[in-house]
């Protein structure tokens, strides 16, 4: 059996795509949004050497995105870039200009077709005859033929491309807004904006301002090692408002400019923060096609790892930086309470504790972005919150300050009772001040013109302590009728009628002020009680005053309402001047200075308003002094500074002498 003949033949075939490569895989199927494609243009456009970049959805009368136009100043397409690269798909970069273009794969124009099927093209170039306009439409449905109009003048014109998109694709007027179109371009270009701060895109002719946005920047070098296979630059931005999430993830990372990858790492030490990781290794993964996959890549999983420990990192060292630059922004302003350096070591506490506690506040309510004027309300109520509130509560419910937080503040008031010196402190001071404005009231100028029941009998109202810290008022310009019941009430007397008080000579006498010990005398007698007559600075004590006291003392001696057991009294006279016979009354030997008259339980004295001030300071200032030894012995400052050392830490610079009067000369105390 003859076996059949085999013919061998061999030929050539041509690779033969049909239009729809370009206008459905590469173009309407190739990117999942509008915005997508409208950023890809975008580079197209800065790769053509465009400046500025204009992005515009133009809405019709129902609100509805009928078109959307991009438009820039570049170079244009000229006629033997339209014939030569333009209509050739996955045409390779020109030569020399790899590493300068955004667009890599030479497919970009075409993401029109993902906006809309219908494209107006208008390009304006330049050559050394003059100037080119050529203009052109692509539609979805004709792919096979490019009718161009060109037109050639001598006259020059404005460069550029302008691109008008119809029959969008998109008609979610949602998807399409100008805001959404923002935010992508925004976080595509973010790094691309920065490293060229002379580009400019415009979404509705507003500039999306990346520079605006950043409160600080700083950058670092991720060096290649075994794991990382290429150096990589990571830029940490903290940002003047919070990073929604919602539109932005809070790490991209780029190649030449655009954001290949966006993540979200799990604990970002403040919203405000945005990390940016540029490196070459990842336009490797753009050009390969391996952008949907990148997660699954080894080298950039380890690059993110690395990216991710950096910025924690940074965060540490931002939060230091912060509570500096704000503390010391803080003892600035001349609404700080302590702006002149005092030696004393209650103030130097007490400056810690504000300082720690202001910065608290600062984390939680950002008192940094305050207004001047919400600033010093802050400020000043933080103040009185030290003298005169429970400072745990003002740092539970207004700082709303970590358990971990409060814990500490707890054993530094447990440890020291830091809180009672502070506001004991804080009293004394306030009353020294007192004191010397009292002495101007009643020997100054004033003095001519102070009224005693009207003026000077207010003022001492609310100051009874002048007269021993350990009194209180029981009743100011009350008659002896009013004094009795008070009296007997704090004795345990039961009261006493009308009637009965009718007998009691002097009863419808008026004392200025009667004042009752606040706690029970460890010793006897139970109860001790004052009564004060106070006189106008323009009133000489003489014989008619002296008189006036001796009928008080009479009244208390002579009454039997009154608790004779129990009970101590005290009868101030008090004016700024006394008469040479009230002197040698007040002034007899074997006497105590000031005293008129003394039984077994009472004593009658007068005084001159000089001698109670000066009593009262040198009170007052043994007070102050035994503060400041307790300070030194519970060494506050040292444990702040081992809890909140970041706070706390150029305390001792502001001790400095020089630094001391730079201070004082920046503004007085409030």
């Not at 009628?497 to 004042?515: N, R």
Request: proline share 3%; glycine share 4%; hydrophobic share 35%.
């Amino acid at each position: 059996m003859t076996k059949p003949k085999t013919k061998t033949e061999s030929y050539d075939l041509q690779w033969s795509f049909v239009p729809r490569i370009a206008t459905d895989h590469l173009g309407s199927l190739k990117y999942s949004t509008t915005s997508k494609a409208i950023r890809e243009l975008v580079a197209n456009s800065f790769d053509a050497g465009a400046t500025v970049v204009d992005v515009d959805v133009h809405l019709n009368q129902l609100g509805t995105p009928e078109s959307i136009t991009v438009a820039d100043d570049g170079q244009g397409i000229s006629p033997e870039a339209l014939r030569d690269r333009f209509i050739r798909i996955g045409v390779e970069p020109k030569s020399g200009s790899e590493g300068s273009l955004l667009g890599r794969l030479g497919v970009g124009r075409l993401a029109v077709y993902r906006i809309g099927t219908v494209s107006d093209w208008t390009s304006a170039s330049k050559s050394k005859e003059g100037f080119t306009r050529i203009s052109f439409t692509l539609k979805s449905d004709e792919r096979n033929n490019l009718s161009v109009k060109q037109e050639f003048t001598k006259t020059s014109v404005p460069l550029g491309t302008t691109i008008n998109v119809f029959n969008l694709l998109d008609k979610d007027a949602e998807r399409l807004s100008p805001g959404r179109i923002s935010n992508d371009l925004l976080s595509h270009f973010c790094s691309f904006l920065l490293g060229h701060p002379q580009k400019i895109i415009r979404v509705q002719g507003q500039a999306l301002d990346v520079g605006g946005m950043i409160e600080r920047r700083e950058s670092e070098t991720i060096p290649a090692s075994e794991h990382i296979s290429e150096e990589a630059n990571m830029e940490h931005l903290m940002l003047k408002s919070v990073v929604d999430q919602s539109r932005f993830q809070q790490m991209l990372f780029s190649a030449k400019g655009l954001t290949v990858h966006s993540f979200q790492p799990e604990d970002v030490f403040s919203s405000q923060y945005m990390g940016i990781v540029e490196c070459p290794y990842l336009d490797s993964i753009v050009t390969s096609n391996r952008e949907m996959l990148i997660e699954m890549d080894d080298g950039f999983v380890r690059l993110r790892d690395e990216a991710v420990a950096r910025m924690a990192r940074f965060g540490q060292r931002f939060e230091v930086m912060k509570k500096e630059s704000f503390i010391e922004r803080a003892r600035r302003e001349p609404y700080y309470p302590y702006r002149i350096i005092s030696n004393d070591p209650v103030t130097g506490v007490e400056q810690a504790i504000y300082d720690v506690v202001l910065e608290k506040l600062n984390e939680n309510v950002n008192v940094d972005n305050l207004t001047r004027r919400q600033q010093e309300v802050v400020f000043r109520l933080l103040k009185r919150s030290l003298e005169n509130e429970d400072l745990l509560e003002v740092l539970k419910e207004v700082a709303k300050l970590s358990d971990e937080d409060i814990e500490k503040f707890r054993k530094v008031l447990e440890h020291t009772t830091l809180e009672s010196i502070i506001k004991l402190s804080s009293e004394v001071t306030n009353r020294l001040v007192f004191l010397e404005i009292l002495h101007k009231l009643v020997y100054g100028e004033e003095s001519k013109h102070l009224k005693e029941r009207s003026q000077l009998h207010k003022i001492i109202d609310s100051h009874c302590w002048v007269f021993g810290p350990q009194f209180h008022l029981a009743t100011s310009d009350r008659s002896f009728r009013e004094i009795i019941r008070k009296h007997r009430t704090k004795a345990g007397l039961p009261d006493i009628s009308d009637d009965q008080l009718l007998s009691v000579v002097g009863i419808e006498d008026i004392p200025d002020l009667f004042l009752a010990a606040s706690r029970d005398f460890p010793t006897h007698p139970k109860h001790h009680h004052v009564l004060v007559e106070i006189k106008a600075p323009t009133v000489t004590l003489a014989r008619k005053e002296v008189d006036q006291i001796r009928r008080y003392a009479e009244t208390i001696l002579d009454s039997h309402e009154f608790d004779k057991d129990s009970t101590r009294w005290d009868l101030f006279l008090v004016s700024s001047r006394i008469s040479t016979q009230v002197e040698r009354d007040r002034t007899q030997k074997d006497k105590r200075h000031g005293c008129l008259w003394e039984w077994d339980s009472m004593t009658v004295w007068a005084f001159k308003w000089s001698e109670i001030i000066t009593t009262a300071q040198e009170s007052m200032q043994l007070v102050k002094d035994h503060l400041a030894r307790k300070s030194q012995e519970l060494a506050v400052s040292d444990y702040l500074r081992e809890n909140f050392p970041e706070v706390l830490k150029s305390l001792n610079a502001l001790s400095n002498p020089s630094q001391n009067a730079s201070a004082s000369k920046q503004g007085d105390v409030l």
